[in-house]
C-alpha cells in the first residue's frame, strides 16, 4: 500500500505523517498487523529514513510483503509446533505409563507454548526493521528548508 501524506513532525528517525484520507487503510490486508500507530486525525507514525522534514510531502510505503512472509513463518511454526509436539507425546507415551491421547494433547499444548514465546522473540526483534510503514519519497519540500 502506498499513500501520500504530510510530515507534521519528526524525531530522531520517525516522523508524524498526516495522510489525507485513511480509507485506502480500511482495505489493507496488513492494517490489522500495521505497527505505524494512527489515530482518528489521520496522524501515523512511519520510519523516516530519508530525513523528510515538517512541511515535507511526502509518500508511505507499507510493505506488504514483509506481512506476507511474517504470516506464513508465524503459521508454519505453530504448525509445525502442533506436530512434533503431538508426535512426540505419542512417542513419550509409549515410555510411560500414560495414554497416547493424553500425552499427545499434553505435547500439543508444550509445543503451542515454546514456539508462541519463540515467536514473540523473533517478532520483537523484527517487527521494527521490517513491519513499520516509511517514507520512500520526498514529493515537494515544504517550508522548513534554510
Known sequence: MKDKGTVISTEDNYARVEVA???VCQGCSARSLCIGQK??????????????????RVLIAIPETHYSKALILLFGALLFAILAGMGLGYLVSTVLPLSSSGSSLIGIALGIILAGIGL???????????????????????????
Open 39 to 56: 489515530n482518528a486525525q489521520g496522524l501515523l507514525s512511519v520510519r523516516n529514513p530519508l530525513h523528510a522534514k515538517t512541511g515535507d
Open 21 to 23: 484520507c485513511l480509507e
Open 120 to 146: 514473540s522473540h523473533r517478532f520483537k526483534r523484527i517487527n521494527n526493521k521490517s513491519l513499520y510503514p516509511e517514507i520512500t519519497e520526498i514529493l515537494n519540500k515544504g517550508g522548513s528548508y534554510g
